[in-house]
């Protein structure tokens, strides 16, 4: 699949009482075009600042990038001029749905008005290559219904019923789902190459949750936009993505398609995560021991001292990538190979 | 079910008032409607629904945090709903309410030791001594030193504080817990850890649990029998297995087929629920589920089906 975003060796930093949490430590990924890959991890893994990182939108002050690149399109966004990021890239090739359908709307403008001032900035039919947008200016009549009948057709697209009378509602008048519909919509609407979804579906109901992924899937497929899509959910991850990656305090363990993934894990943390969630049979199984501290992370793979299979050298080196089979890479000194143990 | 059954819950409902902007009331919102049940000491029932359909409610009544607007509620064979104050106080002691983190539910400014020991003050006539014997066997059985007594709630992690938590809901050794939403929020390894501290504090301490929670694969795994809620009614109640294997109700159908599991079939092919649950202000006449039901008849709209049994379990549905 054709490259299109490429993290390489990204080190971030967020300052702390206790000094420097390294919260990701030289992390890869890659995200192909029209691919949906899925980023998982437990709290506290990095994948929300990985995320950030991609978007260009770490709090500044507290984070501090310390290496690595984040190539998109072959640019790296890291040395890119930031105004030039923020005109073409961010809210344009890039855009975001947030986890929190129910904070992301101001409560006191219809959602008509904040979706027409997205796209008074971020329309694809903004004129490019003039530089930065100035902050205020005219939003030329013709455009804005060029923008309009665009924002009406996706909202049919997204399913909202009576997409005119909706506009004119407020926030509140909708439910959650349909909130991260409207979200769904907006971030389509600058036609973009990318969608980061940041955990859309932890706030809704399962039965909503089943309609909004079926949703996002087949709208993305269909205009061949990328997701990178961050859960902690791992059937989720499993219903959605075509590749799924797994971090661990701030490295990522493993990348496989999504069948591999789930059916032939190869890093003792996969291979332990799948095996926590609850079964149908009633067994339950933990991984002994906390997540490390980033402040002080242990050496070489941070997830050696939980390890059933660690030795010597995964507290001396972090491991290489292996690559396993194609699509299917492992950052392990001792993969495993063999079947998952999920009972089904 | 020989055992007489721990608690039994007959008929409750637990109403709210809708008001306007000057106070007046509106309308109902009817949160429990006519629920009934029993749990048997030393079982595992399962609660499970959708956000707004009344499983809290369900619990909290039971608990005495709201009032019942009707029904009964009988705890070891005593009817508790209506109880005065002060007899219903003595009952408390019996019946433990979880918050999804019960570690929040610290003071921070006491310490452990505090905490632990302020149930038993306020509930039993036990000596210092005797008290602190208590404290140390139920601080030993969740998991945590004795040392851990003498610091404060933000001297400890997230789970030490969690079992805190728990230590000090069964210093009074309750009989039943109700577990609200114990998992919601957390980490699959993490909520593995926490299913396995209440499955043995169960063995342990001869515990009753009614598990409240919207995540289907964790009820099925910690419970014996379940009750599906829609709307502040109960629409399908039996053993776990039973249920899963093949629900009887259109609604249980749908949202067992909304889990995403992993390695099986992607869900997205086959799910065809469409809609929201209706405003439970504003409920529909007859099934509460008819407005989304895909098997939906002219009937259903006018007559509300009750529980009846069919194939092992109970079922609220006409063509179950």
């Known amino acids: ?344 | 079910m020989s055992a007489a059954p721990l608690l039994e819950v007959a008929d409750l409902s637990r109403h709210f008032p809708v008001r306007n902007a000057f106070g007046r009331r509106v309308g109902w919102l009817r949160a429990v409607d006519g629920v009934s049940l029993t749990v048997t000491a030393g079982e595992t029932l399962g609660l499970v629904g959708e956000s707004g359909c009344g499983k809290s409610t369900l619990g909290k009544t039971v608990m005495g945090i709201y009032a019942p607007t009707g029904g009964d509620i009988r705890f070891a064979g005593r009817e508790i709903g209506r109880l005065p104050k002060r007899e219903r106080r003595a009952v408390a002691k019996d019946l433990q309410y979880v918050y999804q983190d019960p570690g929040a539910s610290l003071d921070p400014r006491w310490k452990v030791v505090h905490s632990l020991h302020e149930p038993l003050k306020i509930h039993t006539a036990l000596s210092r001594a005797e008290r602190d014997r208590e404290v140390r066997a139920i601080l030993a059985a969740v998991g945590l030193p004795d040392a851990h007594l003498d610091l404060y709630p933000h001297e400890l992690s997230g789970g030490q504080q969690r079992r805190v938590g728990l230590a000090r809901i069964l210093t009074l050794r309750p009989r039943l817990v109700i577990l609200d939403e114990p998992t919601s929020g957390l980490d699959v390894s993490v909520q593995a850890s926490v299913l396995k501290l209440f499955r043995n504090l169960q063995q342990t301490f001869a515990l009753t649990y009614v598990f409240i929670s919207h995540d289907l694969s964790v009820v099925r795994a910690m419970c014996a029998r379940i009750a599906v809620m829609y709307l502040g009614k109960i629409v399908e109640l039996g053993p776990t297995a039973a249920v899963f294997e093949a629900p009887r109700h259109p609604y249980t159908q749908s949202l067992l087929a909304a889990v995403p599991l992993i390695g099986a079939r992607r869900i997205s092919q086959d799910f065809r629920l469409e809609g929201e649950p209706p405003n439970p202000r504003d409920i529909p006449s007859g099934c509460r589920f008819r407005t989304r039901c895909p098997l939906v008849q002219a009937r259903c709209a006018a007559e509300e089906p009750s529980l009846r049994l069919v194939d092992g379990r109970e079922v609220a549905c006409h063509f179950a």
């Open chain 1, 1 to 344: 699949m054709a490259e299109l975003l490429a993290v390489r060796g990204l080190r971030v930093d967020y300052a702390t009482d206790q000094g420097p949490a390294q919260v990701l430590d030289a992390i890869n990924l890659d995200v192909g075009r029209g691919e949906v890959v899925g980023l998982v991890g437990e709290s506290g893994c990095g994948k929300t600042t990985l995320a950030r990182a991609i978007l260009g939108v770490l709090p500044e002050g507290a984070a501090r990038i310390r290496a690595g690149e984040v190539r998109f399109k072959s640019v790296d966004l890291l040395k890119e001029d930031p105004a030039v990021v923020n005109d073409r890239v961010r809210g344009r090739a890039i855009t975001f749905i947030p986890q929190d359908p129910f904070t992301s709307f101001s409560p006191v403008f219809p959602v008509g008005t904040q979706i027409m001032d997205l796209m008074k900035w971020k329309s694809p039919r903004v004129p490019r290559g003039r530089g930065p947008a100035p902050l205020v200016g005219r939003y030329p009549r013709a455009r804005w219904r060029d923008d309009r009948e665009a924002v009406l057709e996706i909202l049919r697209a997204v399913q909202i019923p009576d997409p005119a009378r909706a506009l004119r509602r407020l926030p509140h008048e909708f439910s959650g789902g349909q909130r991260q519909r409207l979200m769904i919509a907006m971030a389509l609407l600058p036609q973009p190459d990318l969608i980061i979804a940041d955990e859309p579906t932890t706030a809704l109901d399962v039965t909503i949750q089943a309609q909004i992924l079926r949703l996002l899937r087949a709208l993305v497929k269909e205009r061949g936009v990328s997701v990178l899509f961050t859960t902690h959910d791992l059937g989720t991850a499993h219903e959605i993505c075509d590749r799924v990656v797994v971090m661990y305090a701030g490295q990522e363990m493993e990348a496989a398609p999504t069948d591999a993934f789930f059916g032939r894990p190869a890093h003792p943390y996969t291979r332990r995560l799948l095996a926590s969630v609850p079964s149908p049979g009633g067994e339950i199984r933990d991984i002994p021991g906390e997540v490390p501290s980033l402040v002080s992370p242990p050496p070489g793979c941070r997830f050696h001292p939980r390890c059933d299979y660690a030795s010597v050298e995964c507290r001396d080196a972090r491991p290489q990538l292996r690559t396993l089979a194609t699509g299917h890479d492992v950052r392990c000194h001792h993969p495993v190979d063999a079947p998952a143990e999920v009972e089904r």
